[in-house]
């Protein structure tokens, strides 16, 4: 038996997920390549956050509701300290969305709704407008040491 619903006697393949868990070993495949596919709001938080615990209902609503057309990826804190240092977090909860690859937005704190539903306005807009230039761009040169 398969876990992919069946439309006219043909299999499709489950939806994408709205909400994952990221740790440091997945990090760059999760968030970096997967923001290739879709745009990825990154949530560092922490259990001891009082903020966090406000915002990120807030954000798994969201992500549930816009039906996968972005993913949310939870970042604990403090068992993955890299990640929030690599991002110079200073302080939680902070948001940071991805898209092509790169960092474009951020946001830290406990956002009204309103403000959460623009941010992901925003970011869908730029993902939507900006993938046709990542596929333009040239690539780094690579220096040589010479």
């Not at 876990?3 to 760059?28: H, K, M, W």
Request: with cysteine; net charge negative.
């Amino acid at each position: 038996m398969t876990d992919t619903p069946e439309t006219n006697g043909r299999q499709t393949p489950s939806p994408a997920p709205a909400i994952i868990d990221v740790t440091e070993d997945d990090f760059e495949a999760a968030v970096v390549a997967a923001s290739h596919v879709r745009p990825v709001l990154v949530d560092i938080g922490a259990d001891w956050c009082g903020p966090c615990r406000v915002l990120g209902p807030r954000l798994r609503a969201l992500a549930q509701a816009r039906g996968g057309k972005f993913l949310l990826a939870n970042v604990d804190a403090d068992e993955n300290m890299r990640i929030a240092g690599r991002h110079k977090v200073r302080g939680f909860p902070t948001v940071i969305a991805y898209s092509h690859g790169v960092e474009i937005d951020r946001f830290h704190s406990a956002q009204t709704d309103g403000f959460l539903r623009r941010f992901v306005d925003d970011v869908l807009r730029h993902h939507a407008e900006h993938g046709h230039a990542a596929l333009l761009m040239p690539a780094p040169a690579v220096a040589n040491g010479d």
